[in-house]
C-alpha cells in the first residue's frame, strides 16, 4: 500500500470514470464494446496531460494533483453547458460555450499557479485520493456487469448444429420478411420517378406472386402489424382497445403475441426473429430471439463514431467541436459522426442472418422486420452508407425532396440489390419448399401511404387464393389455410388513415389508380 501511495495513480483511475457512468446510465442502449476507444482516448489523454505537468512541476504528485482538476474540467465541461443552459448572472448567460470556457479556463489558471506554490501532496493524500476513484469506478462497473448478467439469457447468437430442433416434418418454413415503408411499384413510379419492374421482374421469375394493387390495411407500423399478425381488423382483436386513447403498448402486446404466432406454435413451428432497431416490434420472448453480439465488436476499427462515442465527446470539452464553427475541423467532425451507425449495422445484420437460418431443421416462422428504406436514408445502393448530412439531417428527414426522393430510391436500390441473392438462398437451402412473405407495412409518403409492396412465394401453392389487391390482413389467412388445411374466409381489403397524432381516428383510403379499382 505504501508503494502504491507513492505515485499518483488515482488521476488514471478517475480518467475511467466518466465514460463507464455514461455506459452505466445507457447500457440498455448499446453493447459494451462501444466504451473501448473512448476508454482508451480518456487514459491517454490523461497520460499525456501528466507527462506535461510533469515537465512543468518536476514533481509527480503536483502534476498528478493537477491532472485530476484539469479531468474534472475537461470531462464535466459538457455536463455543465448542458445544467447552465438558459442560466445568467448579471446579464451573462453562463450556458453559451465562449463564457463557460472562460470561466474554466480562469479556474484552470488559478489551479496551476496554488498547485504550484503549494506543497507538494503527501503519500496519505495520494492514498484517500487512489481510494475515492476507485469506489467512483466500482459503482458503474457493478451496474454494468449486473445488467449484463441479467442479458446473458437474451444474447442468442447465430444457431448452431447442437441448438437445431430434431423434429422431422414435412411443414415448410414460413418467413414474413416486413420492408418498412417499401412503397408500390405505381408510387415509385409517379412520386419518386423510379421504375422498379426490373425487380419484380426477379421476384415474378423466381416464382413470387406481386399483389400489383395492395394496399395496407393501416398507414403505420404498430397498427399494420398488429392487424396483420392478428389476421383481422383492430376492433375485431382486442376489447381492450379504446379508439378514443391510443395505446402503443398494447398495440405492442398484440405484435409480441400475436395470433399467427399462437397458431403456428400450437402446430409445431419454432417461432424466430432477428434483432431490429425499432423497439416497438421487437420480439425478445420468441423461441430463438437473434441478437447481434457482435454489434460493435468493431467499433475500434471502423472510421466513424458509434452513437455511443459521439454523446460521451458531447459531454466532454470536445463539444466544441459540434458547437463552433472550426473550418475544416468541422467538416471533419460532420464526416466521421455518422448518427445511425448502429441503425445501419443492424440492417445489414438482419440480411446477413436470413439465409443462415435454413440450418435449423424441424418447422420455423420466421419474423423479420427491417427498418428500410423508411427513414433515415442511411444506405447508397451499393450499401456504403449516405454520409451526407442532407440525407436525415431534418431530424432524420431529409432536408429537401431532391434528397428525399434520391435517398429512398438508393435505399429501394440497396434492398434490390440483396433480397433476390438471400432469396435464392433460403430456397435452395430449404429441405422443403419455404413459403416466403415480402411485404411493406405501409408506403412513405402521405399521399401514397398506403401502397405497398406484397409479394408471395411460391405463387403456384396458393392457386387462386391470391389477387392484385390482397391487404395483409388476409396474408396469412391464405397461407394458414394452404399450410394447416384451416379454413379462414377472407376478409374484405379495406384501407384506413388516420392522422399522425390521433391514430386511432381512422377514414377509408381508396386506390388512387384507375387500374386497380
Not at 32 to 61: C, E, G, Q
Not at 108 to 124: A, D, N, Q, T, W
Not at 421 to 426: A, D, F, G, R, W
Not at 472 to 497: E, H, M, Q
Request: hydrophobic share 40%.
Amino acid at each position: 500500500m505504501k508503494n502504491i501511495s507513492k505515485f499518483p495513480y488515482y488521476f488514471l483511475v478517475f480518467s475511467l470514470y466518466p465514460a463507464l457512468a455514461l455506459m452505466s446510465h445507457n447500457i440498455s442502449e448499446d453493447h459494451l464494446t462501444v466504451i473501448i476507444r473512448p476508454l482508451l482516448f480518456s487514459i491517454i489523454l490523461s497520460a499525456i496531460v501528466f507527462l506535461m505537468n510533469w515537465l512543468l512541476f518536476r514533481d509527480s504528485n503536483k502534476a498528478g494533483l493537477y491532472t485530476l482538476v484539469f479531468t474534472i474540467a475537461f470531462f464535466s465541461f459538457g455536463h455543465l453547458l448542458s445544467i447552465l443552459s438558459g442560466a445568467s448572472l448579471l446579464g451573462i448567460e453562463l450556458g453559451r460555450i465562449r463564457i463557460l470556457g472562460i470561466i474554466v479556463l480562469f479556474i484552470l489558471v488559478m489551479g496551476f499557479f496554488l498547485i504550484r506554490k503549494s506543497h507538494s501532496p503527501s503519500k496519505e493524500f495520494n492514498l484517500t485520493l487512489i481510494v475515492v476513484s476507485l469506489v467512483l469506478v466500482v459503482f458503474p462497473v457493478i451496474n454494468i456487469l449486473i445488467f449484463n448478467f441479467h442479458q446473458s439469457a437474451l444474447n442468442t447468437s447465430l444457431p448452431t448444429r447442437e441448438e437445431e430442433a430434431k423434429s422431422e416434418t414435412n411443414l415448410p418454413d414460413i418467413y414474413f420478411i416486413i420492408l418498412d415503408s417499401y412503397t408500390r411499384q405505381d408510387a415509385l413510379q409517379n412520386v419518386y420517378h423510379y421504375d422498379n419492374q426490373s425487380f419484380l421482374n426477379q421476384l415474378h421469375e423466381m416464382g413470387f406472386y406481386i399483389a400489383e394493387c395492395s394496399m395496407s390495411n393501416y398507414q403505420y407500423t404498430l397498427l399494420s402489424l398488429s392487424s396483420t399478425l392478428n389476421m383481422d381488423y383492430l376492433p375485431n382483436i382486442d376489447k381492450r382497445i379504446d379508439f378514443n386513447n391510443y395505446q402503443s403498448a398494447l398495440l405492442t402486446e398484440l405484435i409480441k403475441h400475436n395470433k399467427v404466432r399462437t397458431i403456428l406454435s400450437d402446430a409445431g413451428y419454432k417461432f424466430i426473429t432477428i434483432e431490429n432497431s425499432y423497439i416497438g416490434t421487437q420480439i425478445p420472448d420468441a423461441d430463438l430471439y437473434i441478437r447481434d453480439n457482435r454489434k460493435y465488436t468493431n467499433a475500434t476499427a471502423t472510421e466513424y463514431l458509434t452513437p455511443f462515442e459521439e454523446m460521451f465527446i458531447k459531454t466532454t470539452a470536445g463539444v466544441a467541436l459540434y458547437r463552433l464553427e472550426l473550418g475544416p475541423i468541422t467538416d471533419w467532425v460532420e464526416k466521421i459522426s455518422f448518427p445511425y451507425s448502429d441503425r445501419a449495422n443492424n440492417q445489414l445484420f438482419q440480411l446477413n442472418s436470413l439465409a443462415s437460418l435454413t440450418s435449423l431443421n424441424g418447422p420455423k416462422f420466421v419474423y423479420v422486420h427491417m427498418n428500410i428504406p423508411h427513414r433515415p436514408f442511411i444506405f447508397q445502393p451499393d450499401g456504403k452508407l449516405q454520409t451526407d448530412p442532407g440525407f436525415y439531417g431534418n431530424d432524420g428527414g431529409a432536408v429537401n425532396m431532391d434528397y428525399e426522393i434520391k435517398g429512398y430510391v438508393d435505399q429501394i436500390k440497396f434492398l434490390n440489390n440483396r433480397l433476390p441473392n438471400i432469396i435464392k438462398e433460403i430456397v435452395s437451402h430449404s429441405k422443403n419448399q419455404p413459403i416466403i412473405i415480402i411485404q411493406g407495412d405501409h408506403g412513405l409518403d402521405m399521399n401514397n401511404r398506403s401502397l405497398i409492396l406484397n409479394s408471395y412465394y411460391p405463387a403456384d401453392r396458393f392457386n387462386a387464393s391470391l389477387y392484385p389487391s390482397i391487404s395483409p390482413v388476409n396474408s396469412f389467412r391464405v397461407v394458414l389455410n394452404s399450410v394447416l388445411g384451416t379454413s379462414y374466409n377472407l376478409l374484405p381489403d379495406k384501407s384506413y388513415a388516420s392522422p399522425s397524432q390521433e391514430r386511432f381516428i381512422f377514414s377509408d383510403v381508396y386506390d388512387p389508380n384507375p387500374s386497380c379499382k
